[in-house]
């Protein structure tokens, strides 16, 4: 099959390099020249492990082709997926990425009259594809609905394990407008084996919502958790957690052997979630329940849940070592999880700012960061720089290099060796008697 891959950041880029891998020829397009050259000279312009590899695989055997210009690269298709952004704008989802891409595409099918299928993959609120998209492809294009096909397929990769997850997917949803056009999007995941939905193009919007809005819940429903126990002796989010976890619904016992499915590392408590998908499609859906008269009570808990945690942190920070003013504070861990050097949403910059509002000198580490929005934040290049000779590290991420550190030696490196541990990543580390580890979710 030839396919267009319009947007090629995370979700398209990988998606385009994974299809092109399976032998379907894929032309990854961006209108961001710049990104276009990097891919061009097989290189990722963001840290995903495996990409590379496979991108430069595909680049070579010609099953892969990038450009720049969309109306072409359609034209050249029978399938369009659109991978652009759909940033949160005061809470509400932004569609003007979306919009411009769609109508892009609606001049490239006109230029080739064969039937096409577009496919919004992009996260979008039920009711975009069949309406803005919809509308924008039919007037750009000059045709009628019947004359081409409309797919949702929401994507549900992981930045960190992106090409496994596209290589090896749990589902693939596909709703379709009719049945011609999910058969043509199903002949392109026809390799996979995984359980294959057809449904409306609204029901696979709203899965997308419903799977992350789930994941975010679980998160935030930890994090209260926490916080009653910080306030309760004796109670100790982790054990808790542990003892919940033990539900056989929650973890089966298969053969005699418990499985520890992976929705159970979402039942843990840390500094919040973030990420460019689940604060932004948290907001959005409750958003599109505002505006169709619902109130969307538990969403609106998520969020502020989620939104004081960085605070929370701080805090307990606070109430180790006191004052933060003029302290030197290590934050270990910026991007929002292990494995990924995406910074959008990520809690540790909430956390930075919070602490330099308490008047605290910040530096921070992260394998795969090298500069970060604040100026005036030292990004160090390795952990060992970042503690050396400071007052507090906080843990914002659950690095694992952290829980192997030679602590006895780094504690004499810092000026007061107080650990706050965010995630509670470091809780079987055995630290010197002159280390204050301070975990989350216990009262003290
Ligand atoms: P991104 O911001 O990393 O990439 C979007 C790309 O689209 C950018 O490179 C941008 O230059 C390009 N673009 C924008 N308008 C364009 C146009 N008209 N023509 C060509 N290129 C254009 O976004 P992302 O993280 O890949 O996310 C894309 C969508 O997938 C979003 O809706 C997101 O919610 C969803 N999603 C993301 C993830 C994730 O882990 N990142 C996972 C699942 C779903």
């Avoid at 003892?243 to 973890?251: E, F, I, K, N």
């Avoid at 109130?295 to 609106?300: G, V």
């Avoid at 989620?306 to 307990?316: I, M, Q």
């Avoid at 504690?411 to 809780?427: E, Q, W």
């Amino acid at each position: 099959m030839r396919i267009a891959v319009i947007g090629s950041g995370y979700v398209g880029l990988v998606s385009g390099t994974c299809l092109a891998h399976l032998g379907h020829q894929v032309i990854c397009v961006d209108l961001d020249p710049e990104r276009i050259r990097t891919i061009e000279n097989a290189t990722p312009p963001f840290h995903e492990p495996g990409l590379s590899d496979l991108l430069r695989k595909v680049l070579a055997d010609g099953h892969l082709m990038v450009s720049a210009n969309v109306v072409r690269s359609v034209a050249a298709s029978d399938i369009t997926i659109l991978a652009v952004g759909t940033p949160s704008r005061d809470g509400d989802i932004d569609l003007s990425f979306v919009r411009q891409a769609a109508a892009e595409v609606g001049q490239g099918m006109r230029e080739n009259p064969a039937y096409h299928v577009v496919v919004v993959k992009s996260t979008v609120v039920p009711g975009t594809t069949d309406g803005v998209v919809r509308s924008i492809v039919q007037e750009a294009s000059g045709r009628t609905a019947a004359q081409f096909g409309l797919c949702m397929n929401p994507e549900f990769l992981r930045e960190g394990s992106a090409v496994s997850d596209f290589l090896e997917p749990d589902r693939i949803v596909i709703g379709q407008s009719d049945e011609r056009a999910g058969q043509r999007l199903g002949e392109v995941y026809q390799p996979f084996n995984c359980p294959k939905m057809f449904t409306t193009l609204q029901n696979a919007e709203m899965i997308k919502y419903v799977s992350n809005s789930l994941l975010a819940t679980l998160i935030s429903f930890s994090n209260e958790i926490a916080t009653l126990c910080e306030a309760t002796p004796s109670t100790n989010v982790e054990e808790v957690l542990d003892g919940v976890h033990l539900d056989r619904r929650l973890s089966p016992v298969l053969d005699g052997r418990r499985i520890s499915p992976g929705i159970l590392s979402y039942l843990r408590a840390g500094c919040g979630f973030g990420g460019s998908c689940l604060p932004k499609d948290v907001a959005a859906l409750r958003m599109f329940g505002r505006k169709r008269g619902v109130r969307p009570h538990l969403l609106d808990a998520v969020l502020a849940v989620n939104n004081g945690r960085p605070s929370k942190l701080v805090s307990l920070a606070e109430s180790a070592v006191g004052s933060l003013r003029g302290l030197a504070v290590a934050v270990l861990g910026i991007a929002f999880k292990p494995g990924t050097d995406d910074l959008r949403e990520s809690p540790a910059l909430a956390l930075i700012e919070v602490l330099q509002s308490k008047g605290a000198c910040v530096r921070a580490y992260d394998p795969f960061v090298v500069s970060l929005p604040q100026p005036d934040v030292t990004v160090c290049a390795s952990v060992e720089e970042a503690l050396c000779g400071c007052d507090v590290a906080i843990v914002a991420s659950a690095l694992p290099e952290l829980a192997t550190l030679d602590w006895e030696s780094l504690s004499m490196a810092m000026r007061s060796p107080f650990v706050i541990d965010g995630r509670n990543a470091l809780r079987g580390v055995e630290f010197p008697d002159s280390v204050k580890y301070v975990p989350i979710g216990q009262h003290c």
